[in-house]
């Protein structure tokens, strides 16, 4: 008999805060926040040991290598360094959950490295999905979202909503990956890194795109 699964839900969300000194001096804080979830399905406790497998890995490039910079850059007047990571749930339907990360470090430059990093998995059976797969039906998916991008971005100039660096039309195929998307209510969204395609400013270029 095929065993009924409890619907799944949003768990409390993995945590760690941690503060680093050297005696007195504060060298570096962590705030991290990950998503969990909550159900007996497989698909559970595959994106849970994901999200943890995730977090452990930073985790440990800021106990170590970052923190040994942190000591190593240490004086009376420099600030604490602090890193850090947050997510936000873009979907949570019956047979899609879609979030995306920012994870930080700063470091002490006049800005702080940034990176997004987007998920999408199946539920309840816990498979990523890719762009591909979110999109409909096309031979030539890549180049239409291309298309797309494009599109946008032009009438966004157009309007002076956003700024992009003069060669966006190059920089967009360049930067493109397919692997930085998450899903919405109305469909995929795909992103650059800052200061990939438009001046930092603009934070992470998001497109949204129909499914």
């Known amino acids: 008999m095929k065993k009924d699964h409890t619907p799944t839900r949003l768990g409390q969300p ?10 007195e001096t504060v060298l570096l804080t962590v705030k991290a926040d990950w998503p969990q979830l909550e159900g007996d399905s497989p698909g559970v406790g595959r994106i849970n ?16 290598p970052l923190l040994a910079a942190a000591r190593s850059a240490a004086g009376p007047d420099t600030p604490p360094w602090s890193a850090g ?15 995306y990360l920012n994870i930080w470090e700063d ?11 987007g998920e ?34 032009e009438a966004r100039l157009a309007s002076g909503e ?10 967009s195929a360049a930067r493109f990956s ?10 995929p969204a795909v992103f650059y890194p800052v200061g990939s395609i438009a001046p930092a400013l603009e934070n992470f270029p998001a497109f949204p795109l129909k499914n």
């Open 162 to 171: 956003s700024l992009f660096h003069t060669d966006w039309p190059r920089l």
């Open 14 to 23: 993995g945590l760690c805060r941690r503060t680093f000194q050297d005696g």
């Open 120 to 153: 999408t998995w199946h539920l309840p059976d816990g498979i990523p999905l890719t762009l591909k797969e979110v999109l409909p039906p096309d031979r030539h998916w890549k180049r239409s979202v291309l298309t797309e991008i494009h599109r946008q971005i």
């Open 107 to 117: 470091v002490g430059l006049p800005r702080p490295r940034r990176l997004r990093l």
């Open 49 to 64: 040991r994901y999200c943890d497998a995730l977090a452990r890995r930073w985790q440990k490039r800021w106990e170590g």
């Open 178 to 187: 397919p692997q930085r998307f998450y899903c919405t209510e109305a469909g």
């Open 85 to 99: 990571m947050d997510f936000t749930v873009t979907l949570f339907r019956e047979d899609l959950f879609s979030f």
